[in-house]
């Protein structure tokens, strides 16, 4: 099965974005979808979870910036951000991961699958 992340490109501060991820190979409650990113020099760390079921989680840090969201009928998972900071410069990672670990296990522990980068640059 394969992921494969779309929508990045460069935002000024404060600005929004739409990332997209498509999913194909599984069902919708087989995997819970993660968005990861890995900026320069860092390592790279989860930012938000959706389960197949609906519910949600985000790491405290970007919590209030971010929305992510599924639609099961599409295979699709997009993640929202908004008021952009340039900390937020990464490459953005769209993830299947298993539904055995907690939603809120932010590691990409159970991680089977890793779709192709999309790169955010926010920047004035």
């Known amino acids: 099965f394969q992921l494969q992340a779309s929508g990045g490109g460069s935002v000024q501060p404060g600005g929004s974005l739409r990332l997209s991820c498509a999913y194909s190979?599984?069902?919708?409650?087989?995997?819970?979808i993660g968005w990861f990113r890995q900026a320069p020099g860092k390592e790279r760390e989860g930012i938000s979870f959706a389960s197949g079921g609906g519910r949600k989680y985000y790491r405290g840090s970007v919590s209030g910036r971010l929305t992510i969201s599924r639609d099961n009928t599409k295979n699709m998972v997009f993640l929202d951000m908004y008021s952009l900071k340039p900390e937020d410069t990464a490459v953005y990672y769209c993830?299947?991961?298993?539904?055995?670990?907690?939603?809120?296990?932010?590691?990409?522990?159970?991680?089977?699958?890793w779709g192709k980068g999309t790169l955010v640059t926010v920047s004035s």
């Open positions: 190979g599984f069902t919708f409650d087989d995997y819970t």
């Open positions: 993830a299947a991961k298993r539904n055995e670990y907690a939603l809120g296990d932010l590691t990409d522990s159970g991680v089977d699958c």
